[in-house]
Every structure is written in structure tokens, then in C-alpha cells.
């Protein structure tokens, strides 16, 4: 049934364990807290150019539906196995905040908004559909799985998943037949995001110069990594939340109480109003608004051009960086040349004056052996003097003796004269 549909949308959905932080500790500011943090989104929203919101089920809370993070929301419930309250969503009716951003949209402040509730409520409050991204889906809306028309019952659809709905397409709104079979709205765990509207929200997250997140924790993506493409590009980030977000430390403000106290005052600090602003029929919602669609023409040439700009001095920075690099390098290998050539130069000293001394140790190795070899040849000189006077000695000692030898040889002779002499005279005289 309708009431059960609405009651059980979360047991509806097919079994997924990754659905992030659960019943975490809900926060809140002082009065002086959160009037200088609404006062300073108040000057944020005065002076950007291309809003976007981002809402999450902390929005649709002060309209009876249970949220799924909070101390007795869906999820945090299911983990202690007991069921949240919540009313039915034909029986909800729009909050505040709800009437809050259509008033911002009415001003042309917000120029995008992405909702992760499945509530219609969006739609409910008057907010242009043109201007709405229900990247989750809607149980009340029928989609044409041909020519991508969208149906908007006074009925919740029973199923979730893009399942069919036994109902046929009739046809373009500008009477072109279709007969395009319907199928549910309702973004089930894994399902495709519905286009064309995710590529818009993905150009608004890289066009915006203020996200405002609404009663959202940020942990389901694509849609809570908006925020960082907003900063990326040089915005501003908001989140209005009872518990801290998952990018909370990257906020340049970040509230934390509810979401209509903050939305009231906001609107009292801006001067508006939303007075006259009233729930419209769920089958009959605003298509179009009044506003002029924000054009992203003008800032992607703007944006293409300082990306150019930047590519351009990135580039000349890393010329300029290559360039002194190989300034660098060059001069470093002047240095490691000099310092080769020094090298060089010290070991051809070194070597001369090797070279120098043992010049000079030859020289003096050659003095030495020519001493030598004079001493030698004098030494030789005196042998052979000594030799020659040794023969010379010796021959005159020979003639010497010789010359004895004869004299004694004459005076053997003689005295043999002599004796024979006297022998003869001895036998003459024996004889006579």
C-alpha cells in the first residue's frame, strides 16, 4: 500500500553495508555562536554569483519523516533492530526550509538545487523543477524508459530500482507519440543516477562560487563530493547540521543546529520573505521558473582561458625550472671539468716533480757512479801502476838477482879457480 510504501521505503532498498556513520553525537551552538555564523552566511549569500544547495534528510525532518543518521533515524535504528517513527509521506507536508529556498530561488540567489530525499517535498513547496536535481529519485514520479518524460503522480510508485510500472508513455509534451513503457523513479543502491540532471549538477559543483548543504551529512557520493569540487574551484562551503559532517574541517562555515532556527533568521537578515509561498498539488509542480536559467557560457570561457593562463605558466615555469636545471647541470659539469682539469693539472705537477726528482736522483746516481767509476778507474790506474811497478820491481829485482847470480856465479868461479888452483898446486906438489 501507499502508507506501507512511504513507511518502508529503507526495506525497500536492496541490502548494502556501506552506509557510513550512524547515531553520531548531535551538536549545538550557543546564541552568539549561531547569530555570528548566520549573519556571515547571510553576507556569503549577498555576495555570490551561483549558488548551489544540497539537501538531505535533515530537512524533511520537522516535516515527520525520519531521518537516517541521527540518534533515532532509519539506519541507526536498524542497527539495534527496532523501527524509526515516521508518517507518511502523502500525509507530509513541506517545512521552513523547504519554503526557505524557494524564496532564495524566487530572489535569484540559488540557482541549483540538489536534493537526496526521495519525499517530493521539493516539488510540493513550488520549487521549479527545472531548477531541481532529485538525484535519488521521487516516489511520486513515473519516468519514460524512451523518451525520458517524467509523469508526477498523486500516488507513491510501489517499487524502487527503475522497475516498470504496467503504464505507457503518452507521448512528448509536444504530441509526438511514444509509447515508451514507465518505470519508478527511485534511485535504488548502485542505480544510475538520472540524467540529464546529474550532468548538470556535476557542471554547477564545478561553476559555483557558495554550496549551502542543508541537513546532510555528506557521506553518500556522488553528492556529498560537491562540496570539495566547489572548493576546488575556489568556493565557498556552508553545512547546516546537527552532527558533524564528513567534511566538516574543510567548511568555511559550519552550523550546528537545526535547520528551519537557521533558515528563519536567515531569511529575517536578508529581508525576505515567505509570506504567500503555499504547497502546490503533487501532480502539478512548477516546471519552469521565473528566473532566467544561469548561464555557464561566459565563466567557462572566463575559466578555460585562466586554465589556459594557468597551463601557460605552468608550462613557463617548467621551462624556466628545465632551463635553470640545465643551467645547473651545465654548470656543474664546468665545476666537475675544472675540478678533472685541476686533477689533471696537480697530477702533472706531481708527476714533473717526480719527473724533476728522479732527474735529480738520476744525476746524482749518475755523479755517483761516475765517482764510482773514477775511483774505479783510478783504482784500476793504481792496479795497473801498482802491477807495473810490481813487474817493473820485479824484473829489476830479477836483474838484481841475476845480476848476483853472476857476480856470485864469477865468484864461484873464482874461488873454484882458486881451489883448483890450489888443488893443482896441492897435487904438483904431491907428485914432485
Known sequence: SI???SINYNAALAPYDNKGRVGMEELTESHHELEDKITALAGLLKES???????GAGVSTAAGIADFRSPTGVWTMEKEGKDSASIDFLEAKPTLTHYALVALEKAGILK?????NVDGLCGRSGFPMDRLAELHGNVFCEKCDRCGRQYYRCFAIPTVGGKLTGRYCDGTPQGRRC???LTDYTLDWEGELPEPQYTQSCKFSCEADLVLCLGTSLQIVPVGNYPLSVKRNGGKIVTVNLQ?????KKADVAIHAKVD??????LSLMGLSI???????IDEPVLESANPMFQFQEKKKKRKAKKEEIKDQETEEKRVKKEEERVEEKNGKVKEEEVRENGRVKEEEERSEGMNGDGREKEEMMEVKEEENGEMIEEEKKEENGETNMELNNQIKNDEVIEVTKDEDNDILTKMSDREENVLEENEQTCN
Not at 554569483?49 to 539537501?55: F, V, Y
Not at 532556527?261 to 536567515?266: A, D, I, K
Not at 509570506?275 to 498539488?281: F, S
Open 49 to 55: 554569483k551561483c549558488c548551489m544547495a544540497i539537501i
Open 3 to 5: 502508507f506501507q510504501m
Open 261 to 266: 532556527q537557521v533558515m528563519e533568521r536567515l
Open 112 to 116: 541549483w538545487m540538489v536534493s537526496q
Open 244 to 248: 558533524k559532517t564528513k567534511h566538516e
Open 179 to 181: 509509447r515508451g513503457r
Open 275 to 281: 509570506d504567500g509561498l503555499q504547497e502546490v498539488p
